[in-house]
C-alpha cells in the first residue's frame, strides 16, 4: 500500500490571512466583499489556493496598471 502525503485543498481565513501578511479583520473584509472569492462550508469559509493565487495576480495586475 503506497502512502502520500495528502495535500490541503481548502484554507481557513485565519490561514489565508497569515499567508498574506493581512491582518484577520482586512482577510474577512476581503472575503465577504468577494475580494477573494471563498465558500461556507457549514458556518465556516473556505478559500481554494487558486482563488488566493487569483486575488494576488488581480492586485499586482492593478498595481502595474496604476503605475505604468
Not at 465558500?39 to 469559509?45: A, I, Q
Not at 478559500?47 to 505604468?68: G, H, N
Amino acid at each position: 500500500m503506497a502512502t502520500g502525503v495528502i495535500q490541503r485543498k481548502w484554507h481557513t481565513t485565519a490561514e489565508v490571512a497569515e499567508m498574506l501578511g493581512f491582518g484577520l479583520s482586512k482577510t474577512k473584509m476581503l472575503v465577504l466583499t468577494g475580494e477573494i472569492r471563498s465558500v461556507k462550508v457549514g458556518r465556516n469559509r473556505r478559500i481554494l489556493p487558486a482563488w488566493v493565487d487569483q486575488y494576488v495576480q488581480r492586485v499586482t495586475a492593478d498595481a502595474e496598471e496604476q503605475a505604468a
